[in-house]
């Protein structure tokens, strides 16, 4: 058990629906990270929060977004979804006290658009 | 935009057989690290280099960072069934923002 929850595990929804999904990291980190996995594609990192701050963008559309709440918890919205969004979303979390910080991966949230 | 090339994509070997896997990339990196991910389960971090040239062993693993801090292996002595899973190298930018470039990974089959 890494310590970060994602819900849900699961989750099918039709084409032009909104999701969202949610991540808890590890107690005492601050920073969170959202990654995309595909079969084609791999692990594409898709944004960092540190802190409730957006610290950095990386290949995410602009149908989705994400904000890291008080508490640190942290959400993922994918909006208009198409049959290609359909993938592992993970979230990290890590301490972020040095670059290249450990990051402890969630299990993940699968995602099926139909 | 930054890549790693790890290759094998795939290997299936016998038990007790020795293999390495690479991780490639033509940039720099200012750590590198290795993960194992098994189906349903999110990557586990098995390793993290830093420094050109280091090697760094955990048990039958044997990790090593390229003296240009571009590359990375993984070497497995006397593969077990258990070591089955897809490995993943990342690479760390050190421009602040932590985030992690991942290759697409290889994914490993230990015959018993």
């Known amino acids: 058990d890494s310590g970060v929850t994602q819900t849900p595990k699961h989750l099918i929804t039709a084409t032009g629906q909104r999701v969202t999904l949610r991540c808890s990291p590890r107690?005492?980190?601050?920073?969170v990270y959202w990654y995309q996995q595909s079969l084609d594609q791999g692990l594409q990192f898709l944004i960092q929060?540190?802190?409730?701050?957006?610290?950095a963008k990386g290949n995410i559309l602009e149908r989705f977004s994400a904000q890291q709440f008080p508490d640190l918890h942290s959400e993922l919205n994918l909006s208009s979804l198409e049959l290609g969004d359909s993938a592992l979303y993970f979230c990290?979390?890590?301490?972020?006290?040095?670059?290249?910080?450990?990051?402890?991966f969630g299990q993940g949230t699968r995602l099926t658009v139909v | 935009t930054q890549l790693l090339e790890q290759s094998p994509q795939f290997l299936s070997i016998q038990e007790g057989e020795n293999l390495t896997v690479y991780c490639n990339s033509s940039?720099?990196?200012?750590?590198l690290q290795w993960y194992r991910q098994e189906p349903g389960e999110g990557p586990v971090l098995l390793v993290t280099?830093?420094?050109?040239?280091e090697v760094k062993k955990l048990k039958r693993l044997t990790f090593q960072f390229g003296d240009a801090r571009k590359d990375s292996s993984l070497h497995i002595t006397a593969a077990q069934p258990g070591d089955t899973g897809l490995y993943l190298c990342?690479?760390?930018?050190?421009?602040?923002?932590?985030?992690?470039?991942f290759g697409k990974g290889t994914k490993l089959s230990v015959i018993p």
């Open positions: 280099v830093v420094t050109g040239g």
């Open positions: 990342a690479g760390a930018t050190g421009a602040g923002s932590y985030q992690l470039t």
């Open positions: 929060y540190y802190n409730g701050e957006e610290r």
């Open positions: 990290a979390s890590s301490h972020m006290a040095r670059d290249g910080a450990e990051a402890f």
């Open positions: 107690s005492g980190d601050l920073s």
């Open positions: 940039s720099v990196f200012s750590s």
